[in-house]
């Protein structure tokens, strides 16, 4: 114990010295305190012991802190849609409640008036006011609905007139969703050359909007697959990400397809503009059947135009076929496509 603190005694004197301008070196004094500790290691080794790890500790600490120091996080971006868990804006989906056989005499009788007079607005048409009359003595709490749902039909028939031209800005806007509209499939379950003129326009689009999301729609009119998962595999094997992709296999008509599709659209937040495609004969009463969705959803959706794409085939559909498809999506909103 005597020899110990003797030890410590002539170390401290040295290491003063050297402080007080000793003729020794620092580099001297460093080194005789070092020997003098490892001289007092053979008596009581735990001393040294901690002095080193003390010191290690220290030397680590500084050398951690210089390597270690995270760099600043870079943002990566993604052309593929990606989701929100918030709708944008609140919204109000319309439940027509139980429809009276009279009541449905009357809207189809509704749509049949004005789809006939495609040139005319509602409300210089007599026979379209006559059966707002109609409606308003059984069913007024309908009007304002069909009011609303006679409008958005006026904006189809704009976008006709004005040749189906969308703007660059709409198709680049952030939200936006091609809606591509099935064809019965060949008996093989291969996609037939109709609905192969959709699908070049839609990959068309797809591949020049990256943003946009696409939305097959068609249900199983063969046996082996549904239209819209045949579309969305002729997609993706041209380059489409698959994760852009939306598909609805229920449906087997135009009303279907809208009722369907918004089952799907609308868990998907971020979506809030539609662009239809379809057959150039078929593109005004589907966008017409999708804008009145559009209507029953709240102005959730908006259509903002469609694309007509070319096509062997000449349809014209009688208007009481589209009088049942307007009836159909106006009757089934609330059980097909809210429930």
């Known amino acids: 114990m005597y020899n110990k603190i003797i030890y410590l005694f002539l170390a401290s004197l040295l290491c003063g010295c050297a402080s007080l301008g000793s003729t020794l070196q620092p580099e001297t004094a460093e080194s005789t305190a070092v020997k003098a500790a490892q001289e007092m290691t053979e008596e009581d080794p735990q001393v040294i012991q901690i002095t080193v790890e003390e010191s290690e500790m220290a030397e680590i600490t500084l050398e951690t802190t210089a390597e270690t120091t995270p760099e600043p996080a ?17 919204y109000v989906e319309y439940d027509p409640g139980v429809i009276s056989p009279e009541e449905k005499e009357i809207i189809k009788k509704l749509v049949e008036d004005d789809l006939n007079t495609p040139d005319v607005p509602p409300e210089d048409d007599s026979n379209v006011w006559a059966d707002i009359e109609a409606l308003q003595a059984i069913a007024p709490q309908h009007v304002d609905i069909w009011l609303k749902i006679l409008d958005k039909w006026e904006e189809a028939f704009q976008f006709e007139r004005e040749g189906w031209n969308l703007s660059e800005e709409t198709l680049s806007s952030d939200g936006l969703c091609f809606v591509v509209l099935g064809f019965k499939l060949n008996p093989d379950g291969t996609v037939a050359q109709e609905l192969e003129g959709r699908l070049n326009r839609t990959l068309e689009l797809a591949l020049n909007y990256p943003k946009a999301y696409i939305m097959c ?83 959730y959706l908006d259509v903002v135009g469609g694309v007509p794409c070319e096509s062997a085939l000449v349809k014209n559909y009688m208007p009481s ?19």
């Open 74 to 90: 870079t943002e990566t971006t993604s052309e593929i849609p990606t989701e929100t868990t918030e709708v944008a804006e609140s």
């Open 217 to 299: 729609c068609g249900g199983n009119t063969n046996e082996t697959r549904s239209e819209g998962a045949a579309m969305k595999e002729w997609l993706s094997a041209r380059g489409v990400d698959p994760r852009r992709i939306l598909i609805e296999e229920r449906s087997d008509n135009t009303s279907g397809n809208a009722l369907y599709s918004y089952r799907v659209i609308r868990n998907i937040p971020s979506i809030r503009h539609l662009v239809i495609i379809t057959s150039f004969y078929h593109v005004l009463s589907a966008v017409e059947t999708f804008q009145e969705l559009c209507v029953l959803s709240g102005d």
């Open 321 to 339: 076929t589209l009088a049942n498809w307007m009836y159909d999506v106006f009757a089934k909103f609330w059980t097909h496509a809210v429930n």
